[in-house]
């Protein structure tokens, strides 16, 4: 019964809008109607400051490594784990960016949920996504286009990790999606109008 309830149980946790809790605590505003609008890191950051953005992230990237690590632990080495791992990963993933509690609106574009996944699943593969998202946010100062170049380096580091398909095309999904969820950050990337966390305003 436990096999079959983790999903679900992880679909609930991810769709927890962490990032709207911790503004209105820190705040008493509403994210959803600040900045862009989204519940994700970045835009706490703006509204909330720094230390409520650390937070939101953190809880973000449990969302998905805590649901992964129970996953892991029911299935042990069995011959269908990585592909009840995935599922349950998945599950955590699309309730952050589709939350039941907020009739499937307003959610997160996934990144810190996808990395706290292959945290457990993959832990350098999804460091090396790490390393490549820092990287270009040094260089370019855009969050939004390191996280896609972060998630984009993820599935052939994963590969390269673990060897199995199952969790190479589980980032590759992850990679769709989150391109999915930044289509307004990629037009105004080619409109040279993303903001910089550099630049205040």
């Given at each position: 019964m436990?096999?079959?309830?983790?999903p679900v149980i992880a679909y609930l946790l991810g769709a927890v809008p962490w990032g709207a809790v911790v503004v209105r605590v820190?705040?008493?505003k509403d994210i959803r109607r600040q900045g862009s609008g989204n519940i994700g890191a970045t835009n706490v950051r703006r509204i909330?400051?720094?230390?409520?953005?650390?937070?939101?992230l953190l809880l973000d990237m449990l969302k998905g490594a805590l649901p992964v690590m129970l996953a892991v632990w029911f299935v042990r080495d069995g011959a269908g784990a990585p592909l009840y791992i995935s599922l349950t990963a998945m599950a955590a993933f699309v309730g952050h960016c589709y939350p039941v509690y907020t009739r499937f609106k307003g959610g997160g574009k996934g990144v810190a949920t996808a990395?706290?996944?292959?945290?457990?699943i993959?832990?350098?593969?999804?460091?090396?996504?790490?390393?490549?998202?820092?990287?270009?946010?040094?260089?370019?100062?855009?969050v939004s286009l390191g996280s896609m170049t972060g998630a984009a380096?993820?599935?052939?580091?994963?590969?390269?990790?673990?060897?199995?398909?199952i969790f190479a095309l589980l980032g590759t999904v992850f990679l769709l999606l989150i391109l999915l969820r930044h289509r307004d950050n990629l037009v105004r990337l080619a409109k040279g109008e993303e903001p910089s966390v550099f630049r205040k305003g």
């Open positions: 436990h096999l079959i309830l983790l820190c705040t008493g909330a400051g720094g230390r409520a953005a650390a937070a939101t990395l706290g996944s292959f945290l457990v993959a832990p350098f593969a999804a460091l090396i996504a790490v390393l490549v998202f820092v990287m270009m946010l040094c260089f370019f100062g855009r380096v993820l599935p052939v580091a994963v590969w390269q990790a673990t060897h199995s398909t």
